[in-house]
């Protein structure tokens, strides 16, 4: 069975900065695309950042773009989301996903495998 588990999350002050992590296991392939979504209380789970099999390429939602960066570490199973200027606006639970090659990145149907999420919290 597949595993992301996610850890990082916490809470910050606005302006702030937080790293993100997800530990791969279970035999999820490595070129496999990974994600990370958003949900806020009674919002929908979007779309925040992912990044291709090969790590060459990322996407990042435009409310994101620039503070986020994605990355991937393929000798650590890992992948992580660095998250600077935060506001109160990135307020939510964080969650890992991991795609097989060739879907849409920017996606929830596509993602086969999803972590259990980490909270972060923004104050103000």
């Known amino acids: 069975q597949v595993q992301l588990v996610e850890s990082g999350g916490g809470l910050v002050q606005a302006g702030g900065s937080l790293r993100l992590s997800c530990a791969v296991s279970?035999?999820?392939?490595?070129?496999?695309?990974m994600g990370w979504f958003r949900q806020a209380p009674g919002k929908e789970r979007d779309f925040a950042a992912g990044?291709?099999?090969?790590?060459?390429?990322?996407y990042y939602a435009d409310s994101v773009k620039g503070r986020f960066t994605i990355s991937r570490d393929d000798s650590k199973n890992t992948v992580y989301l660095q998250m600077n200027s935060l506001n109160a606006d990135d307020t939510a639970v964080y969650y890992c996903a991991a795609r097989k090659p060739g879907v849409a990145p920017r996606g929830r149907d596509g993602y086969e495998y999803w972590g259990q999420g980490t909270q972060v919290t923004v104050s103000s």
């Open positions: 990044i291709s099999g090969g790590g060459y390429t990322t």
């Open positions: 279970g035999g999820a392939s490595n070129n496999y695309g």
